[in-house]
């Protein structure tokens, strides 16, 4: 079966950081890109970040390119989202999610996380 549970998430003011991590288990986690997505509430799925099975490719959306940094750990079977210079816009659930094809389409993503809310108070 396959999980993708993240954590890191939390409350922060305007100008901070935070850290999410998102571990995998039942599959075969070097072999699947991993993204990062975000959802406000009343709004779309949005995409944040991906990256490639060697952590050597990223991907980034315009809105966070500069502030955001992911990584991965392969041999921890887990990702992370390195948030700083947070603003309120950036208060979603952030979910992880592992594909076949680095993409900003949520459908090209096959395994999903519940997600973890981050709010960013101003």
């Known amino acids: 079966q396959v999980q993708l549970v993240e954590s890191g998430g939390g409350l922060v003011q305007a100008g901070g950081s935070l850290r999410l991590s998102c571990a995998a288990s039942?599959?075969?986690?070097?072999?699947?890109?991993m993204g990062w997505f975000r959802q406000a509430q009343g709004k779309e799925r949005d995409f944040v970040v991906a990256?490639?099975?060697?952590?050597?490719?990223?991907i980034y959306s315009d809105s966070v390119r500069g502030r955001f940094t992911i990584s991965r750990d392969n041999a921890k079977n887990t990702v992370y989202l390195q948030m700083n210079s947070l603003t309120p816009e950036d208060t979603a659930v952030y979910y992880c999610?592992?594909?076949?094809?680095?993409?900003?389409?949520?459908?090209?993503?096959?395994?999903w996380g519940q997600g973890t809310q981050v709010t960013v108070s101003s």
């Open positions: 039942g599959l075969s986690y070097s072999s699947y890109v």
């Open positions: 999610a592992a594909g076949n094809s680095p993409s900003r389409w949520s459908n090209m993503y096959n395994y």
């Open positions: 990256i490639s099975r060697s952590g050597a490719s990223t």
